[in-house]
Nanobody, 121 residues
Framework: VQLQASGGGLVQAGGSLRLSCAASGRTFEGYTMAWFRQAPGKEREFVAAISWRGAGIDYTDSVKGRFTIFRDNAKNTVYLQMNSLKPEDTAVYYC???????????????WGQGTQVTVSS
């Protein structure tokens, strides 16, 4: 079972990036998919989550109105569209999968390898 995250990079403040997370090895039917991030010297924090059919979507307050999470279940892929990026968004971004719709990292049993997002001021 693998989650492969991609799409990170270096962008100027105000710019945009789209992260992708492709699942392989099994289907994640019924699973919540989420994005977390971890900045240097800080704990991993929840960014966004989306339920299997997309009826449930949750964002941390600092990204509301700027980030959009969506998924394509036919492709077993979840995306994070990030607009109006700020230097404080700089972090390694991880995708994760869980059978429950929660913000708590410990309930996510599957994790991608992370992709670096760097926002310059």
């Amino acid at each position: 079972v693998q989650l492969q995250a991609s799409g990170g990079g270096l962008v100027q403040a105000g710019g945009s990036l789209r992260l992708s997370c492709a699942a392989s090895g099994r289907t994640f039917e019924g699973y919540t998919m989420a994005w977390f991030r971890q900045a240097p010297g800080k704990e991993r924090e929840f960014v966004a989550a989306i339920s299997w059919r997309g009826a449930g979507i949750d964002y941390t307050d600092s990204v509301k109105g700027r980030f959009t999470i969506f998924r394509d279940n036919a492709k077993n892929t979840v995306y994070l569209q990030m607009n109006s990026l700020k230097p404080e968004d700089t972090a390694v971004y991880y995708c994760a999968a869980a059978s429950r719709f929660l913000r708590v990292a410990s309930i996510y049993g599957y994790w991608g390898q992370g992709t670096q997002v760097t926002v310059s001021s």
